[in-house]
T-cell receptor, first 114, second 113 residues
Framework: GQNIDQPTEMTATEGAIVQINCTYQ??????LFWYQQHAGEAPTFLSY????GLEEKGRFSSFLSRSKGYSYLLLKELQMKDSASYLC???????????????FGKGTTLSVSS | DTAVSQTPKYLVTQMGNDKSIKCEQN?????MYWYKQDSKKFLKIMFS???????INETVPNRFSPKSPDKAHLNLHINSLELGDSAVYFC????????????FGPGTRLTVT
């Protein structure tokens, strides 16, 4: 079966650091993605991990442990504009490579307050 | 210079009607997708096409029929609309061989009354 879990909601204050966790159980694995989605807008790509370890990109970092089926997205120096939903998604390698879709978690709504 | 565009952005219609949503990408990508995002924000794959060929067809009622006239376009036709079809439909595209992250269109909010 396929299952991706992440917390439904999180709150934080400006300037703080927040970690959004994601655990997954999929029949195959060929990469984990984090997307950001502001209300009423399209998801936009944030990060990609296929090997274990930490990938850093500015204020955002993403970590992957394939053996634990676990990832997190770390957001530093939070800003009000970071208030959004953060979607964890896995690419299932058992699917056809050319048309492989992403399996999404239900998203974590992050609210940043001043 | 929009990368992935969809029309219409909003669609309000009555049960039983037939409607279409159009998607176009100018990124030169080979693969396109349709996703459905329900009221709980859960984003789920419906179809994917690679070079106009259907690759993925998830458990979707056969009232939904995708059509790809060329690799830059993927349209979605829905017959006999039902209340449960109300959702936001996102088109996306990607290019296999790299990270091939998916680029999403702005979404079409479909409301069935």
């Amino acid at each position: 079966g396929q299952n991706i879990d992440q917390p439904t909601e999180m709150t934080a204050t400006e300037g703080a650091i927040v970690q959004i966790n994601c655990t997954y159980q999929t029949s195959g694995f060929n990469g984990l993605f984090w997307y950001q989605q502001h209300a009423g807008e399209a998801p936009t790509f944030l990060s990609y991990n296929v090997l274990d370890g930490l990938e850093e990109k500015g204020r955002f970092s993403s970590f992957l442990s394939r053996s634990k089926g676990y990832s997190y997205l770390l957001l530093k120096e939070l800003q009000m504009k970071d208030s959004a939903s953060y979607l964890c998604a896995v690419r299932d390698s058992h699917q056809n490579q050319a048309g492989t879709a992403l399996i999404f978690g239900k998203g974590t709504t992050l609210s940043v307050s001043s | 210079d929009t990368a992935v565009s969809q029309t219409p952005k909003y669609l309000v219609t009555q049960m039983g009607n037939d409607k279409s949503i159009k998607c176009e990408q100018n990124l030169g990508h080979d693969t396109m997708y349709w996703y459905k995002q329900d009221s709980k924000k859960f984003l789920k794959i419906m179809f994917s096409y690679n070079n106009k060929e259907l690759i993925i067809n998830e458990t979707v009622p056969n009232r939904f029929s995708p059509k790809s006239p060329d690799k830059a376009h993927l349209n979605l036709h829905i017959n006999s609309l039902e209340l449960g079809d109300s959702a936001v439909y996102f088109c996306a595209s990607s290019q296999p061989g790299q990270i091939y992250e998916q680029y999403f269109g702005p979404g079409t909010r479909l409301t069935v009354t």
